[in-house]
């Protein structure tokens, strides 16, 4: 275990069980220089420390929400048997997924390969919590401390936030902003494990 409470092997295991590669083999965010216009719109969007409490003007799209939350807890239960931590995490994933413009399931499937749902989680080159976030980016466009990547609304933000970046980057194709997301840009076996992942979490109302 951990000094965060992390158990790699139980991560290993649940990861071989779905046929996805080992948490850790996969790589980093590539620290990159960023145009002062782009680090001030990712600050930006950072910044904005909005609860994620989703609010509906249509009942139809409250209720399709509500399914949706009700078939994704149901699929999580054994990953995260705490009802409300359950309900808390993806509501969070559902609210910043949709602010950054993002496929919930998409979202969720990365997730699964990154970190196993696992809050603590933190690779061999040192990518943090649940989207798997590396440390220069709290130097970049957060507070500079590392340390708030453990924080579930924030890290899921930072993940959804850098992965519509690099999708912008790269034109709407997610196979190569994956990649990038992983820093293994042209290389198949991230993104189709993401793939992959993704459609354990498809829902009519997703």
């Known amino acids: 275990m951990s000094p965060v409470g992390w158990s790699r092997r139980d991560a290993l295991?649940?990861?071989a069980a779905l046929?996805?590669?080992?948490?850790?083999q996969a790589g980093g965010q590539i620290e990159e220089p960023l145009a002062d216009s782009v680090r001030s719109a990712l600050s930006a969007a950072i910044a904005n420390d909005a609860p994620p409490v989703p609010e509906f003007t249509d009942l139809n799209k409250r209720l399709a929400y509500l399914r949706w939350l009700?078939?994704?807890?149901d699929r999580l239960k054994k990953r995260k048997p705490d009802f409300q931590t359950r309900v808390e995490f993806l509501q969070?994933?559902?609210y910043e997924s949709r602010r950054a413009g993002l496929?919930?399931?998409m979202v969720l499937g990365l997730?699964?390969?990154?970190?196993a749902f696992r809050k603590f989680a933190i690779s061999r080159v040192g990518a943090r919590g649940y989207m798997q976030i590396m440390p220069f980016w709290a130097r970049l466009i957060g507070n500079g401390d590392p340390g708030s990547l453990f924080h579930m609304q924030?890290?899921?933000r930072f993940g959804c936030v850098i992965l519509r970046h690099y999708l912008d980057r790269e034109r709407?194709?997610?196979f190569l902003a994956l990649g990038r997301y992983n820093g293994s840009r042209g290389r198949a076996e991230y993104p189709n494990a993401v793939y992959a992942a993704q459609k354990n979490w498809v829902h009519p109302d997703a």
Do not use: F, K
Request: hydrophobic residues 35%.
């Open 92 to 94: 969070t994933v559902w």
């Open 70 to 73: 009700g078939a994704m807890g």
């Open 13 to 15: 295991a649940g990861l």
């Open 172 to 174: 709407g194709d997610t």
């Open 103 to 105: 496929d919930t399931t």
């Open 111 to 115: 997730i699964q390969v990154e970190s």
């Open 154 to 156: 924030t890290n899921i």
């Open 19 to 24: 046929g996805l590669p080992s948490l850790g």
